[in-house]
Structures are given as structure tokens and as C-alpha cells.
């Protein structure tokens, strides 16, 4: 046999992951990051081995299997694990590749009729199979083990196959290294150790890594809870093996009724919980069935006849958005539904409910938006994604990506809308003075608008293939002087064009953005004082949305100032009503900014929905780091002095400084123009504010207001 022959059968594989690899193999690149997260579960050589051709079939399918190790670069390689071949010798077996290609450090890719060489030929007819990759698996600089992967029939493993696996196999090098240097231990592990499930840590985190995911893409997310409350009734009387056993059962059938993305865990003794990606609210009860037929028969009839029925068992749904938006919030919800579901009889199951349809008026309200933004207020980071969610409110694209700026380069930080590919495009590092579309807008400092890109010969060209689009444009994000970002928003959602209206339609989202973003870099020395302004940034994002809108609540502050200072209130009382003026229509964030920008009023089921708006704004800011605001001025700002506002209180039951911001929001509200109706004069304000005197509004607050309004 020649060195040419056997030069055919090693490809020249990268290291890494490319561009192209990522494009071409986008569903293929979870693993790796699964692997990332399942790597410290790992406490054992045999744990690993284990692990590595279970992800490397999700990978990179195989037929069989076969996984070589020794103990150190001088011994031979020994079999140490094998799938899908014959336990006897009467049926297929893996060949002894080290005596065809003596290097084991050189990846290996193989099919029948490539490699001349009748060793290759003959290991191939030795294994029943048609094609053959084989990775070196290292620990630190030595190669201890062959991973080898077989396939019986077409198609034949490609050099893309090859290159994938030689990216997952290098993975697992820290991880070997550091099982050989001991550097394992049980405290970092992510398995249970009796059930072999995962854990509450790993749990936790692969929970938090699955939200994420899930406020990206804009998916559904679920986890159905799992308590099984007799087992403690079962270790007095039958002892803990037993107990053990039957656990070791429950597991099993829970395994049985996961799909490959889900993941299991036991999450205390008698708990287990499952994720559920992609399940909305209307799947659980399905998915709460198949569990329970699962756990309907007895579950170790040959264990001293001990058995555990379905009435044992309880089970609590609990869905993202609807339902919680937070790890914490999820959890705590998922007992208390434990909790209640114990109370039921027969299929102990409890799911909350959702809300009534109400036709499409329901539409106004967007549930995930405030839980979103609350949950992620106090992280700036994570601003950024509810800010790529209004953006695409008020600019109708198929994708958006943010990038943000550190020194000389832009760091992509958000993508939404990119197929799946929004994990690996994220924190791509692009140099100011690269030849893409965003450096190219960072430099110039102004918007670039793409109708066509074959018709604009100024438009840079080494552009990502996840950004080529028919039409796109790209705005600067600027604090004066200062470049803080980029925003790029690609093909218009209903296929035609982006225009000069989209754009200037965004520019005010864009400097309100810039404002954030200018405050985040100051987030560590000022906390609260970076909370208040992104706040009173979150209503005026929601305000640049409606016509006659803009610095609605900017100006109700100035003016509600003004009136307390007139009645004589005190400095630090004036400052702190100020605040909550500026924050009183916080709860119009959870609305759905179309709606409430139409040339219409609303009908009589959508405004029983925005009547709900300052009690959201107050239970928003319930438990927030932020003094100085007055809650119950934002709370009751729409009652009225007969009885007649939202929530029925009158006269003195209203709060005073509730008073002043009512009246002054009216005013403000009446002189500036809505989608359905032209702006009224101050005058003509004032003659309606004087005119319900006493009945809609305080007497005292509307003179004052007058008063303030003439003097200006």
C-alpha cells in the first residue's frame, strides 16, 4: 500500500467551528453547547465515555459504535465500549484500526471504494459497513483513545461529518485531562448519583439557559412537576433499599416519556422535574396523561409487593410566559401547584388556568413584556432583549440583531429572528474597521438604508450569510459623540422594501435606546439611579410608539411639580411626586403599543384591559430597589371625586398627591393630539378641568393647576 493511498483517508479538518460549518450544520451546534453544560456532570472515565458517543449520535448519526483507550501514550489501545454491534463473535466487530493506520493522532474518514487499500477495505467488510470516521480523543497533549463511528449503508460520512466531530472530540479534552488528573469531584457533578438523572444544580441552570432561549425566539417553555409522596410511608415500613429501588422505577418511566429535548431531573428526594422547550399551555394536559399512564401500573411488583399507584403520585404544569418568567418564579410556582394538585383526587394534577378569550381584543395585552422587563431590570445586559422586542413592534422586520460597543470592536448581542442560529451569531466580536455593514455604519456615525443591495455599490460586501437580505437597514446607536451600538433590522415582514418612513419611524426609539445604554455603562455606581432612568426610558419607549404620545409623562412631571410646589408641598415631596408622575403610566408597557397606536378608540373590552394599567404599573414596581416614588399616587391617578374612575374611590379615600397627578394628566392628555382626536386648547382644558370641579376632580388641585398654567 502506498502513502498516497492512505493520504486520501485523512482529511484536513479545522479546529473549530467556521462560519460555513455553522451556517450549513445551525441544528447541530446545540450539542456542542449541551456539551458545554453536561461536562462537569462527569466524574468517571466511564461517565465519559458514555456521555461522548451519546451526544456524538445527535451530532453526527452512526449506526455503531466503537470507543479505544489506554492509559498512557506507550499501551496499547484496548476496546472499552462498544453499540450496536453483536455481543458474540458470530456477527459484525470493530476492526483494529491502529494496525491499517498506525497514527492515531490523524483523523480518519473512510467509505467502501475511496481508500484503495485493501487493509481499509477489509476493515470495513470486518465491521458490516460501508463508511467509517474515527477521531484521536486526547488528555492534555497525549492521545489516549479512538472514537469510531460506523454507518451500514448511504449515506456515506462526509468531510462536514468529519469536521463536526473532530470540533466535539477536541471538547472533551479538558474534560479527560481533567479526569486523569483528578481533577473531579463529586461537588461540581450534575447527576443524581442514585438515579443517574440530573440534578437541582444542573436543573437550575439548564432552566435559566432554556428561559433565555425561549425570550429570544419568542417560544414557549413549560415544566411539569413530578412528586411521588409516599416514599417516605415506604422507608419506615420497607427500608431504604426498597425505597431506592422504586425510585429507580419512577425514574425509568419518566425517562420513557421524554422526548430528546427535554430534559429530566430529580430535583429533591421525592421530586422530579421535567423541561419541556417548545410546549405551550394547551399541551400540558397531554403531556401530564402520558406521565401518569406511565406511572399507572404498580411499579415494583417484586419487591415484597410493594407498589405505588397513580393516586400517589402528584403533578404540577407550570408554563413561560403565561404563568412565571423567572427560574425562582417558575419553581415556587410549580409547589404551589404541588400543593393544590395533593388536594385532588384520583390524577392528583394541577395546571393554572389560562386566561378567558376575549376575542381579539385580547390582543392589547402582551403577557411576556413586563414579566420580561422586570425580570431582567436589574441585569442591563439583559435589556437588550426586551429592547429588540419593541423595536420589532415599531419596525416590521424579520430579524433583528443589536450590537454593542467595546473599545475598537462591536459585540453582537442580540439576534432575534435567525432561525435557530441566534446562540451562535450572539457575542460575535466585529472590529470597527471590518468591511461589514455595521462597522461600516459605526464609522460613518449615521443610518444606512439597503433597498436592494445589488443596487448599492457603496454597500460593503463580507457580509455573514445570516445577514443577506433583499432589503435591510442599519441605525447607529449615539449619545452625542459617543457611538454606544448598532442596530440592524433585515427584510421587511411583508416582504417588500424597507423605506425612510421605517427608519425615521425608528429614530426615536433609537435615541431613547442610546440613553440606556449610555446609563448601563454607569449601572455599577449608581444602581438605583440606573433602575429610575431605565424605567422612565420603558415608558418613553412605550409613548414614542403612539401618535401625540412623546414625553407625555415627561411633561404630566413638570407640570405635577408645579402644581405641589403652588399647594405647598415640600421640596423632597414635590421631587418624590415628580417621579411618580413620570412613572404613572408604567403599566402601559404590558400593552401592545399597535393597538393602542391605531386611528381609533378603543372598544368597550379593550379599555376594561387598559383600565388595568396603573394597578400593573403598581405591582411592577412592588419589591423593585427603588425609593422615592409614590405608589398609591400611581396607583388610584385615574379616580375621581364622585366615585365614577377605575377602581371606585371618592373624595377624601383618595390620596391627595393622586389628586394632583389626576388632574394633571387629564390636562396634559387633552392638549395633545391622540390617533382618534385633535389637541384642545389650554383654555379649553382648563374650562372642562373647571368645569367637573368638585365632582371629577379636587377644587383645591384644578385652581393651582390654573394657576401654573397661566403663569407660563
Not at 462537569?40 to 451519546?54: K, T
Not at 424605567?535 to 405635577?560: C, I, N, T, W, Y
Not at 423632597?572 to 408597557?589: C, I, K, N, Q, W
Request: hydrophobic share 40%; proline share 6%.
Amino acid at each position: 500500500m502506498c502513502a498516497a493511498t492512505h493520504e486520501d483517508c485523512f482529511p484536513t479538518l479545522p479546529t473549530a467551528i467556521t462560519p460555513e460549518l455553522a451556517r450549513s450544520c445551525a441544528d447541530k451546534m446545540n450539542v456542542l453547547f449541551q456539551l458545554q453544560l453536561l461536562s462537569r456532570s462527569v466524574n468517571d472515565a466511564g461517565s465519559a465515555f458514555n456521555l461522548l458517543v451519546d451526544l456524538a449520535r445527535d451530532l453526527v448519526p452512526y449506526d455503531r459504535v466503537a470507543l479505544c483507550w489506554r492509559e498512557d501514550a506507550d499501551a496499547p489501545f484496548r476496546l472499552r465500549l462498544t453499540r450496536g454491534f453483536a455481543d458474540d463473535a458470530s456477527g459484525p466487530r470493530p476492526g483494529d484500526l491502529t494496525a491499517t493506520f498506525p497514527d492515531p493522532a490523524r483523523p480518519l474518514l473512510l467509505t467502501a471504494g475511496t481508500c484503495a487499500s485493501e487493509g481499509a477495505q477489509s476493515l470495513l467488510r470486518h465491521a458490516g459497513a460501508t463508511s467509517l470516521v474515527s477521531m484521536p480523543l486526547y488528555a492534555g497533549e497525549a492521545v489516549l483513545g479512538l472514537l469510531q463511528l460506523y454507518r451500514e449503508s448511504a449515506p456515506a460520512f462526509r468531510t462536514e461529518d468529519a469536521h463536526l466531530l473532530r470540533v466535539f472530540t477536541l471538547a472533551f479534552d479538558p474534560i479527560f485531562d481533567g479526569l486523569l488528573n483528578g481533577a473531579r469531584t463529586r461537588d461540581f457533578a450534575f447527576l443524581d448519583p442514585l438515579t443517574g438523572l440530573f440534578n437541582r444544580r444542573y436543573f437550575e441552570q439548564h432552566l435559566e439557559r432554556e428561559l433565555d432561549r425561549a425570550r429570544r425566539t419568542n417560544a414557549p417553555l413549560s415544566v411539569l412537576f413530578v412528586q411521588a409522596g409516599d416514599f417516605r410511608h415506604v422507608k419506615e415500613r420497607h427500608g431504604h433499599t426498597t425505597a431506592e429501588a422504586l425510585l429507580l422505577e419512577v425514574a425509568k418511566r419518566l425517562r420513557s416519556v421524554c422526548r430528546k429535548s427535554d430534559s429530566l431531573a430529580r430535583y429533591r428526594e421525592e421530586d422530579f422535574a421535567i423541561i419541556l422547550p417548545k410546549t405551550g399551555k394547551e399541551i400540558l394536559p397531554i403531556v401530564a396523561r402520558r406521565v401518569f399512564d406511565a406511572l399507572d401500573q404498580p411499579l415494583a411488583p417484586d419487591l415484597i409487593h410493594v407498589a405505588l399507584d397513580a393516586p400517589a403520585f402528584s403533578l404540577s404544569a407550570v408554563a413561560y410566559p403565561e404563568d412565571a418568567f423567572s427560574v425562582e418564579s417558575l419553581v415556587t410556582a410549580g409547589f404551589e401547584g404541588l400543593a393544590l394538585a395533593r388536594q385532588e383526587t384520583g390524577r392528583r394534577y394541577h395546571q393554572f388556568p389560562s386566561p378567558k378569550s376575549r376575542g381579539d381584543a385580547e390582543d392589547i395585552l402582551d403577557p411576556g413584556r413586563m414579566g420580561l422587563f422586570r425580570e431582567s431590570i436589574l441585569e442591563p445586559d439583559r435589556l437588550l432583549n426586551f429592547f429588540a422586542s419593541l423595536c420589532l413592534d415599531t419596525v416590521p422586520a424579520d430579524r433583528v440583531s443589536i450590537l454593542v460597543r467595546e473599545e475598537d470592536s462591536l459585540i453582537l448581542q442580540v439576534a432575534l429572528g435567525f432561525e435557530g442560529q441566534e446562540e451562535i451569531v450572539r457575542t460575535t466580536h466585529l472590529p470597527l474597521s471590518s468591511a461589514t455593514v455595521s462597522s461600516w455604519v459605526a464609522q460613518r456615525r449615521e443610518p444606512l438604508l439597503v433597498r436592494d443591495p445589488a443596487d448599492t455599490p457603496e454597500c460593503p460586501r463580507r457580509r455573514q450569510a445570516s445577514y443577506r437580505s433583499q432589503s435591510f437597514f442599519s441605525f447607529p446607536l449615539l449619545q452625542g459623540e459617543d457611538l454606544l451600538g448598532v442596530i440592524h433590522f433585515s427584510d421587511r415582514s411583508d416582504g417588500t422594501p424597507f423605506s425612510e418612513e421605517d427608519v425615521e419611524s425608528f429614530r426615536p426609539l433609537a435615541a431613547v435606546m442610546s440613553r440606556h445604554l449610555a446609563e448601563a455603562r454607569h449601572f455599577g455606581k449608581a444602581q438605583e439611579s440606573f433602575l429610575q432612568h431605565a424605567l422612565f426610558g420603558l415608558v418613553d419607549l412605550v409613548e414614542q410608539q403612539v401618535p401625540g404620545m412623546a414625553r407625555h409623562s415627561e411633561k404630566v412631571a413638570r407640570l405635577v411639580e408645579a402644581v405641589a410646589a403652588r399647594l405647598g408641598y415640600a421640596e423632597e415631596e414635590v421631587r418624590r411626586l415628580g417621579v411618580s408622575a413620570r412613572l404613572h403610566d408604567l403599566g402601559t408597557a404590558s400593552f401592545r403599543s399597535r393597538v393602542l397606536a391605531e386611528p381609533r378608540a378603543l372598544s368597550p373590552r379593550e379599555r376594561v384591559l387598559a383600565q388595568r394599567h396603573p394597578l400593573l404599573g403598581w405591582k411592577f414596581l412592588e419589591g423593585l430597589p427603588l425609593g422615592g416614588v409614590d405608589r398609591d399616587a400611581i396607583l388610584y391617578h385615574h379616580e375621581r371625586e364622585d366615585g365614577s374612575g377605575y377602581f371606585g374611590k371618592q373624595g377624601h379615600d383618595i390620596p391627595p398627591t393622586a389628586k394632583i397627578l389626576a388632574a394633571a394628566d387629564v390636562y396634559q392628555a387633552l392638549t395633545s393630539p391622540r390617533p382618534y382626536r385633535p389637541a384642545v386648547t389650554p383654555e379649553e382644558a382648563l374650562g372642562y378641568l373647571d368645569g367637573h370641579r368638585g365632582t371629577l376632580f379636587d377644587a383645591g388641585v384644578v385652581d393651582a393647576l390654573a394657576s401654573v398654567v397661566k403663569a407660563n
